[in-house]
């Protein structure tokens, strides 16, 4: 099973658990429990997304690209960021938390494209 964070598990844990008992048939009761989590996860400020198919190389339209960066004896490995105007290169954790603040800017403004 997958390591999360305690506060995460917590949060769920108290929406399911504030279901109360329910006879209708497993599978009504199950979303019913699901649509509760997901509650939990978007109140907390926690984003669910769609990740595109695995490649070594995503396309942005309009944007740039993005790689898997292996570092090939360079100082860093981790995602590159190109033809943005200037090339990129962070390590993971940057990666992510650039990403994290990419879907709060989303968040923030309210809307998408879709």
Do not use: H, K
């Not at 978007?42 to 769609?50: K, N, Q």
């Not at 190109?82 to 990403?99: Q, R, Y």
């Amino acid at each position: 099973m997958a390591e999360y964070p305690p506060e995460l598990v917590d949060t769920i844990a108290e929406a399911l658990d504030a279901i109360p008992a329910d006879l209708r048939p497993s599978t009504l009761v199950n979303r019913d429990r699901a649509r509760a989590a997901l509650d939990a996860i978007t109140a907390g400020r926690r984003a669910i997304v769609e990740l595109p198919e695995a490649a070594d190389e995503w396309r942005v339209p309009d944007v740039g690209n993005v790689a898997v960066y292996d570092g090939a004896g360079q100082r860093i490995s981790g995602v590159r960021i190109t033809n943005i105007g200037f090339d990129l290169t962070v390590a993971p954790s940057e990666a992510c938390a650039l990403s994290a603040a990419l879907l709060a800017a989303v968040a923030e403004r309210g809307e998408t494209d879709q």
